[in-house]
């Protein structure tokens, strides 16, 4: 710590201060790379996410070695990052932390406060190892789409509800839509939105739903995210 701040109070721009900036900033983000790599729920995390990560860090330490303190440098440098437009979709909101964990550790390596940049990225790492041991790490978001038809005039819907609410930890009801066949029989479609108390009672639930009369084509599905389209 004593030689970091020591490097860090220097008052010129030296090579070799610019140089351990640079390789601080690999370091540290190759270590933020590490732990969201060992910390995500992704089976093949995205390399050039990974990537992106490191050259994102090394890129913002290098613009703010460039500004140092010149304010008018400054405001030169991001009004011609301005013109540039990044159309970035990011679906997973911990990977926005990610990034600004990445570019945190370019700023303040930038800036000369290795000793800030090093504790910082040492407690944004251990908290999330810390979180991905815990609930919120280990907490399914696998939803299910239910669905199933039933006789209009059938008496089987509450047994039908019986059965999801036993097997379901959350439940509510997306779809519901009235056909009438050639015979003149009317058939009610329900769709349901579920999360089960665990995933091996998929097929219990859809074996129990069909032995009940007037309830056929049942179906369920899963996919890992909150928002459930259906067609």
Not at 33 to 58: C, G, N, W
């Amino acid at each position: 710590m004593d030689f970091l701040t020591s490097v860090s109070n220097q008052d010129n721009q030296s090579y070799i201060l610019i140089g351990f900036a640079v390789l601080l900033t690999f370091l540290l983000s190759s270590l933020i790379v590490f732990t969201y790599e060992k910390s995500s729920r992704d089976v093949v995390p995205p390399d050039h996410f990974i990537q992106s990560l490191i050259l994102m860090a090394i890129v913002t330490a290098t613009i703010m070695e460039s500004i140092g303190d010149s304010m008018a440098r400054g405001f030169g440098i991001f009004g011609a990052l301005a013109i540039l437009r990044f159309r970035i979709n990011i679906t997973n909101p911990r990977n926005v932390a990610f990034i600004f964990a990445s570019m945190a550790v370019g700023i303040a390596c930038g800036v000369n406060s290795f000793v800030n940049a090093i504790i910082g990225t040492l407690a944004f790492c251990l908290i999330a190892f810390f979180l991905r041991w815990t609930p919120y790490g280990h907490k399914n978001n696998l939803l299910g789409q239910l669905r199933f038809n039933l006789l209009a005039d059938s008496t089987q819907l509450e047994n039908a509800h019986d059965i999801i609410r036993e097997l379901c930890r959350d439940h509510v009801l997306k779809r519901y839509r009235i056909t009438s066949t050639e015979q003149k029989v009317d058939m009610i479609e329900y769709g349901y939105e579920l999360r089960l108390q665990n995933e091996m009672q998929g097929i219990q639930l859809t074996r129990r739903l069909q032995q009940l009369s007037d309830i056929n084509d049942v179906r369920l599905g899963f996919n890992d995210t909150y928002i459930n389209q259906y067609d």
